[in-house]
């Protein structure tokens, strides 16, 4: 099961990742093959598909015990899983196109079980616009889904992590931990009480701004991009590092979610959620200032934020609300952390 | 764990995977989409890439306890779980391009046994010129993989299970049953004793022939072309129902493994093996009688046996040493099977 937030740590699912494409023969940025463009190390891999289109392809485990519980609604884990896998796409800016589905499943799942895993699955489909095109099936003691998604780009224009520059605008889309609020409300046995849903849908049927990002990599405005998957904290973080910058936020500019006066008095804390909270599948991306005077018109199925700005120190630096700042740990999602 | 050998079944993974591209938006063969050409129900979904050539792609999960024991050298396991990956690009004449890894493990085999299993892997890659190009690391309590593969045929040329017809005659490549012995030695415990190495390395080590797989392809000598992942009698019980055919194999003319006389003496069948016996990852093919004089001219890394030829009947009857014949059920490897 994801954890509640802890304490800051290295990134080791970076390391983990760089160790495996130094042993395997892998390829990473700045393409050294005919057709790929981006490998190893972003959200998804960048491949020319024709002089006018890249093909983007990512993909994306969903287990049980680890990224849901077996006694989660099945459509909710069908629905979240093809969610996660099309948000690496929606990263990237890409329009999703297909998708293949490798489940793992007892064999008492395969009646009621699956039915509504495949409806909420087929909801996301719908509303992402991508069909399955095939996949493999397995018998398991516990339920593992790994989606592989393809989705397609105008030439040239899928959105890095690496382009963030000093002095670029940093943006956020929709709430900041409203998917961590939920998850914190299941973990505490708080669902079984009075909690309304509304706060446990982001956790169970994230919302994946696919359409928005697709506007913005047309209108080039972005300079770097990727998805809040495991905390801004985190992500941030990887997307400074790969660009070879830092970045100032500002505590009182985050779109924290609006937490209920009860979880308040239980010490559920918004600016933590905001800052660690992971799976909320809104986008990060930077802009340069000329170009986010254009954001205004882009037509946007999620708010966006400003919360701060590049820097060239290499450093993440939180802003408080009271005007200090300090250092910002990566304190999001991080399995292997120690 | 894969199971010994039991008795026939339905095809509840078949039928499983038509009730999933019901549920969920999805396309199957004869292209309804701009770029598919081949979407569920085959070894590999193809893409139109260019008027030149198509793009081939598949995932496949190998987990712990179901694929292999967590007691298997490292580097077998991720040695096998790219070629049984890749196995489907050969199914279609595809050569291998890319993979992406979701790998799922504890943090205690983050270590040494990583290590080994990504020179496994790497091994694999290097005899299938693929390259990694990304993927996702999550912790659990088990071992989980599944790798995505993408593979390029000239274009038009990716060879589907369903163009048999009668009087084409049917080929196998390699032995059959050779992994199946690795595993009934493994699964008997007789690999503590005093077995050879040579009969569990076609287990642990299953080599796909990727590269005669090409070669026919591009000879344009299949009619109809599948890998044998789950045992000869279930594997050409699904090309013959994709094809609309039935088949008629001879017991004498299959390239059963070699059995030495200490397992035969405890029971082990051959030609139980041969029929039966799933992971060879070899090919199964047909061709009309004036292409398959053709064959002689291909360069191969692995023997070509012919075993049969396709019939009207929609039966699928095996021709007995003695003369007999009868019908063959499927026997292989059936997950979910009753």
Not at 3 to 8: D, F
Not at 234 to 249: K, M, P, Q, Y
Not at 265 to 284: F, M, Q, T, V
């Amino acid at each position: 099961m994801k954890k509640a937030i802890t304490t800051g740590h290295r990134d080791r699912e970076i390391e983990l990742v760089a160790r495996l494409s130094q042993a395997i023969p892998s390829i990473g940025h700045i393409g050294n093959s005919a057709s790929l463009i981006t490998g190893v190390g972003d959200d998804a891999a960048v491949l020319r598909h024709s002089p006018r289109s890249d093909w983007v392809i990512s993909c994306d485990s969903s287990l049980e015990g680890v990224h849901f519980q077996s006694d989660y609604p099945a459509d909710s884990i069908g629905y979240k899983s093809l969610a996660r896998a099309t948000s690496d796409l929606a990263a990237m800016g890409a329009q999703p196109l297909y998708f293949l589905l490798a489940l793992a499943l007892p064999a008492a799942k395969t009646g009621k079980w699956l039915r509504c895993f495949a409806l909420g699955m087929s909801r996301a489909a719908r509303e992402f616009h991508s069909f399955l095109i095939g996949g493999d099936i397995s018998k398991s003691a516990s339920v593992t889904i790994c989606i592989f998604v393809l989705g397609e780009t105008p030439s040239g224009l899928a959105i890095p992590r690496s382009g963030a520059r000093p002095g670029d605008l940093i943006f956020v889309t929709g709430k900041l931990g409203a998917a961590q609020l939920g998850l914190e409300i299941v973990l505490r046995g708080w669902s079984r009480q009075s909690s309304p849903k509304r706060y446990l849908y982001p956790h169970f049927y994230p919302q994946v701004p696919v359409y928005l990002a697709q506007a913005l990599a047309r209108q080039r405005i972005p300079s770097a991009m990727m998805d809040v998957s495991d905390g801004l904290s985190t992500d941030l973080a990887r997307l400074c590092a790969a660009s070879g910058v830092g970045a100032r936020i500002r505590a009182d500019a985050l779109p924290s979610v609006q937490v209920p006066a009860a979880l308040l008095a239980r010490g559920i804390d918004p600016l933590a959620l905001a800052l660690h909270g992971g799976e909320d599948y809104g986008l990060l991306f930077t802009a340069p200032r000329k170009d986010a005077q254009r954001l205004r018109h882009i037509r946007r199925d999620a708010p966006i934020t400003q919360i701060g700005e590049i820097t060239s120190t290499r450093k993440i630096v939180l802003i408080h609300r009271d005007g200090r700042s300090s250092s910002l740990p990566s304190k999001g999602w991080n399995p292997f952390g120690k």
